[in-house]
Each structure stands twice: as structure tokens, then as C-alpha cells.
């Protein structure tokens, strides 16, 4: 990808399970953002941390920022089947422009 | 929450011809307008940067002159695949960003365009 990578690129989990999925990027960034991304579709904005940050949660979503490892988590809790998607990191950059980590598909099983 | 239309979802060409796309951005102002391009099971791959009223902004490797963006409003940017050939057959996708303050952050997304160049 232009920007990183994501591990794992695939993942399988049961229901009610957490999905964890982690983004390394290459470049200095004002935040990153996570998307999720239904097949054949645009993306979705779901949760955005800013470099001076470490952790941020919203709902069922946790995310970690570790600027000195350029790296980042989103962790899911309690997994459902409708979170099966494909995820994605996104990174700014100082010029304004948004690239994209290689993703990572969650497949939930009911 | 702020929408992008893309039109249209996809779209089948015969190779030579050209492909116009359209992302509009409904209820917001759009500065900025992005447009990706994505392989099957791949990454979103930036284009180009397109910002009102100036030229668009090009990634390396990307060539301007097959791939034409114009960004005539605040609210419509064009991407304008020329000549088309089989190599072309992707998935694009536009992105803008909203002017106000608060969601300027973060981008939407329009719902892709498939084109498939036979």
C-alpha cells in the first residue's frame, strides 16, 4: 500500500469475540483514522485519533496510537456478525493528503 | 452525517472510448475531493488531490493526462478516465472533506464506481 500495512490481512472469529487488527504506517501524520469498508462499497469513517494521543474509545471500538513505533490498533469488542467488513487505517499526512494501510477483512460467524 | 453521491455505481465501456465519473457532495461543502482507486482485495490507492477551483494534484506515477479531474464547484469533481483500455478495469472511489471545522478531520466516501473496459 502507499502508506503501510495491516496484519492480520484476514481474520475469523466467533461471535461475541474481540478482533483485534493493527496498522503500521511509514510517514509523520496529524492523526490516523480507521474505516470499515463493506464489499464493493465506499468506506465509512469510524473512529480518528490525533498523533498527540494514545488511546481513544467509541462504542465497541478502541483505538491505540503509538507514534514512536508508527503503529496503531483497533481492537473490536464482542464482535457481531454485521461487523464483517474490511478495515482499513488511514493516515494524514503535512500536506493534507489521506493514504491507506493494505486492510484487514473480519469475517464474524454467527 | 455528511453524503457523497458517486454516479455511476459502474459502468462498461468499450476500450477507447472515454468514462466520465461524477462525486458530489449533497448537504456539505466539499474543499478538498480525493479520488482512489482500489484492485480486488487491495488498498485504496490515491490518485490525485482535487481542490476547487485549482488544478488537481497528481501522485506519482499517476498520468494526468488519461486521468482528468475537474473540480469546478464546492460541491462536484469530475474524474474523466480518457481512452480507456482493459488495464483501466478498477474500482474508483471519491472522498471529500466537509468545510465545517468540526468534521473537517475526517473524510466521506462516495459508494465507488466499478468500470470495466472490454
Known amino acids: 500500500s502507499q502508506q503501510g500495512e495491516e496484519d492480520p490481512q484476514a481474520l475469523s472469529i466467533q461471535e461475541g469475540e474481540n478482533a483485534t487488527m493493527n496498522c503500521s504506517y511509514k510517514t509523520s501524520i496529524n492523526n490516523l483514522q480507521w474505516y470499515r469498508q463493506n464489499s464493493g462499497r465506499g468506506l465509512v469513517h469510524l473512529i480518528l485519533?490525533?498523533?498527540?494521543?494514545r488511546e481513544k474509545h467509541s462504542g465497541r471500538l478502541r483505538v491505540t496510537l503509538d507514534t514512536s513505533k508508527k503503529s496503531s490498533s483497533l481492537l473490536i469488542t464482542a464482535s457481531r456478525a454485521a461487523d464483517t467488513a474490511s478495515y482499513f487505517c488511514?493516515?494524514?499526512?503535512?500536506?493534507?493528503?489521506?493514504?491507506f494501510g493494505s486492510g484487514t477483512k473480519l469475517n464474524v460467524k454467527p | 452525517g455528511a453524503v457523497v453521491s458517486q454516479h455511476p455505481s459502474w459502468v462498461i465501456c468499450k476500450s477507447g472510448t472515454s468514462v466520465k465519473i461524477e462525486c458530489r457532495s449533497l448537504d456539505f461543502q466539499a474543499t478538498t475531493m480525493f479520488w482512489y482507486r482500489q484492485f480486488p482485495k487491495q488498498s485504496l490507492m490515491l490518485m490525485a488531490t482535487?481542490?476547487?477551483?485549482?488544478?488537481?494534484?497528481?501522485e506519482q506515477g499517476v498520468e494526468k493526462d488519461k486521468f482528468l479531474i475537474n473540480h469546478a464547484s464546492l460541491t462536484l469533481s469530475t474524474l474523466t478516465v480518457t481512452s480507456a483500455h482493459p488495464e483501466d478495469s478498477s474500482f474508483y472511489i471519491c472522498?471529500?472533506?466537509?468545510?465545517?471545522?468540526?468534521?473537517?478531520?475526517?473524510?466521506?466516501f462516495g459508494s465507488g464506481t466499478q468500470l470495466s473496459v472490454l
Open positions: 485519533i490525533r498523533s498527540n494521543e
Open positions: 488511514a493516515t494524514e499526512d503535512n500536506f493534507n493528503k489521506f493514504y
Open positions: 482535487s481542490n476547487e477551483g485549482s488544478k488537481a494534484t497528481y
Open positions: 472522498s471529500a472533506r466537509d468545510r465545517t471545522i468540526a468534521t473537517n478531520e475526517k473524510l466521506f
